[in-house]
């Protein structure tokens, strides 16, 4: 597993942690997680069960294959891509929920990963800053590993499945504005013909990673022509 992308992920985190030095990050009443965190998390405690099982059956590869999936498809290229706007911005109300999400991911992240890579994820560990509150030991390697049981209350399969459809947009609308060499400056909009429910929330996640305007849902079958 390339060491570079989990150390621009944890150097990532680190500079929005800088960002929000001297404000409290204290949750409040109005702490309201996104459906893309939610998501994450989802997601995450999919690959905290799947670790687990793979490792107790000394599948060393299989459970490398799931971290690598869950790092690099589904923390940096989709939900790091996702609040990388919102983590340059402290004062949107996003920041916050987005910034405690992302540094939940990345420390259980380098817990999995510990076991494969000991030496970097110590590394990061001791670099990351800590949240308040947040219990952590002086080392990675006495911290106790994720366990699914402490994930399940995450999962969520509808979820996963309605931004699977919705990642499958933003391939089609990237490759339509590649195909009619359109700039990123460009946003058109776009007519979505599908009949899966639970899209109309996910707009923003198209629109983010896609870099197109506003998305116009129907359940008519659209002429290409």
């Known amino acids: 597993m390339p060491l570079s992308q989990v150390w621009q992920l944890a150097r990532f985190l680190e500079l929005a942690h800088s960002r929000a030095a001297g404000r409290d990050l204290t949750p409040g009443p109005g702490f309201q997680p996104s459906l893309m965190d939610m998501w994450v998390l989802s997601q995450l405690a999919g690959c905290v069960d799947s670790v687990n099982r793979h490792l107790e059956a000394r599948d060393l590869h299989l459970a490398t294959r799931e971290l690598r999936a869950f790092i690099y498809t589904d923390l940096c290229d989709t939900y790091v891509e996702y609040v990388k706007a919102v983590l340059r911005t402290p004062d949107s109300p996003e920041f916050l929920p987005s910034l405690l999400i992302l540094h939940s991911c990345v420390l259980t992240s380098l817990k999995l990963l510990h076991p494969v890579m000991p030496f970097i994820t110590e590394e990061l560990f001791q670099r990351l800053p800590t949240l ?3 219990r952590r030991k002086e080392s990675i390697m006495i911290e106790a ?7 399940n209350g995450f999962l969520n399969t509808d979820l996963g499945r309605s931004v699977e459809v919705a990642l499958q947009l933003v391939t089609g609308v990237r490759h339509m504005k590649k195909t009619y060499d359109l700039g990123k400056d460009v946003t058109p909009t776009v007519l ?6 639970g899209l109309g929330p996910l707009a923003e996640l198209v629109q983010r990673l896609a870099g197109c305007g506003e998305l116009l849902f129907s359940e008519e079958k659209v002429d290409a022509a």
């Open 145 to 151: 590993f994720p366990q699914a049981l402490e994930w």
């Open 132 to 134: 308040p509150k947040e």
């Open 192 to 197: 979505v013909s599908s009949t899966e429910e």
